[in-house]
């Protein structure tokens, strides 16, 4: 019996290791470090592309969305998505749209999979407001999709 748990990351340059390199990215540095209860060994696909979110096209095209259809499978246990400071300035409304777009082909394609979302990480201690609208979308979608 396989005992493989298969994270894939959906997110933005602070995924991809933008800055420092793919093999510093915290992606990377998970895999070798995390072990799961019940799990020998942990595979995780970096599908996070520099400049996407939700709404926002990467540098190669991809939105959040993209991603998930990319890189999810019906054997992902967990999907992590991760930002995205790519969607500032968005209309809060089309922002929801497109997480519950994004979180619901995640489910879709991975229906036991667990979804785990991480907004995007501010540079300091203090609340930052505009990033504080990106992640009230994301709570909103997720709420609704319980």
Same mark, same amino acid.
């Given at each position: 019996?396989?005992? =493989? ?22 992606? /990377? ?9 019940? /799990?020998?060994? +942990? ?12 709404? @926002? ?18 054997? =992902?246990? +967990? ?5 995205? %400071?790519? %969607? ?7 922002? /929801?749209?497109?997480?519950?777009? =994004?979180?619901? @082909?995640?489910?879709?394609? @991975?229906? /036991?999979?667990?979804? +785990? ?9 203090e609340p930052d407001q505009v990033l504080a609208e990106v992640c ?5 979608? @997720?709420?609704?999709?319980?």
């Amino acid at each position: 019996m396989d005992t =493989t748990a298969r994270i894939v990351v959906i997110g933005d340059s602070l995924s991809t290791g933008l800055g420092t390199s793919p093999n510093q990215a915290w992606p /990377k540095l998970l895999q070798s470090s995390v072990r799961l209860p019940g /799990k020998r060994a +942990v595979e995780i696909t970096n599908a996070a592309e520099n400049g996407s979110g939700y709404l @926002a096209t990467g540098v190669e095209g991809d939105t959040f969305r993209m991603e998930v259809q990319a890189a999810v499978t019906p054997e =992902t246990d +967990v999907i992590l998505f991760f930002g995205s %400071d790519n %969607d500032v300035g968005a209309n809060p409304e089309e922002l /929801k749209a497109a997480v519950t777009s =994004t979180f619901g @082909a995640a489910s879709s394609l @991975a229906p /036991k999979a667990t979804l +785990v979302a991480i907004g995007p990480l501010s540079g300091s201690e203090e609340p930052d407001q505009v990033l504080a609208e990106v992640c009230s979308s994301e709570v909103s979608a @997720a709420q609704d999709m319980g």
